[in-house]
Structures are given as structure tokens and as C-alpha cells.
């Protein structure tokens, strides 16, 4: 801390209030980005789309606590595969309700 108060360092606690958190996994520390933050890393697409393509599975979520982050391994998978490919993992795709019959 300064003569302020203020912290010099930013604590790990407050990355999520930027948009960029990180989960280790092994010796690889992978970064989370909230939805805003995601959206901004896929080129400064909406906030919205990224939701959306949270809920058809095409990307993949982390859930901490109550807050939706995403890893910048399935960010970059995503972007890798073209966006066409559903997350692995992911929720599987619905197909459409068959056209019922009409007698004639």
C-alpha cells in the first residue's frame, strides 16, 4: 500500500471486476473472461451473442460462484473451429419436432 491507502498490486480477488479471472490447471494457468470480456477477446462482438452462444452450446461455461466465465482455451477452440462446432461437453442440439401427418 501507498502513503493513500491504495492498494500498488492488484489483488487476484478483483480480476473478475476487469473481465479476467485464471484457473490453473497443472502447470498451465488458464485465463477466464466474464461474458463482457469474452466478448471483446471473439472481436468486440456483442455481450448478447456470446450468451447466445452459451445457451446453444457452442461455448462452453465456468461457473464461480454465480458468475458465467469462460476459459481462453474454449475462446480460442471456438475460434479455431470457425464458431460452427458445438463445445465438447456442451448442450447437445435439439432436433426439430417431426411435421405430424395429415390425413387426407
Known amino acids: 500500500m501507498n502513503t493513500l491507502g491504495i492498494p ?3 489483488p487476484a480477488s478483483w ?5 479476467m479471472a485464471s484457473a490453473k490447471k497443472g502447470n498451465y494457468v488458464d ?17 448478447s ?4 452462444l452459451l445457451s ?11 458468475r458465467t466465465m469462460i476459459k481462453e482455451s474454449e ?3 471456438f475460434i479455431d473451429a470457425g464458431g460452427s ?3 465438447p461437453g456442451g448442450r447437445p442440439r435439439r432436433s426439430p419436432d417431426p411435421v405430424p ?4
Do not use: N
Open 8 to 10: 500498488l498490486a492488484i
Open 15 to 19: 480480476l473478475g471486476c476487469f473481465g
Open 31 to 47: 485465463k477466464l473472461y466474464s461474458v463482457k470480456g469474452a466478448a471483446a477477446y471473439l472481436g468486440g462482438i456483442s455481450s
Open 49 to 52: 451473442t456470446v450468451e447466445g
Open 56 to 66: 446453444a452450446g457452442k461455448l462452453k461455461r465456468t461457473k464461480i460462484l454465480r
Open 75 to 77: 475462446l480460442q477452440r
Open 85 to 87: 462446432e458445438p463445445s
Open 101 to 104: 401427418e395429415v390425413a387426407a
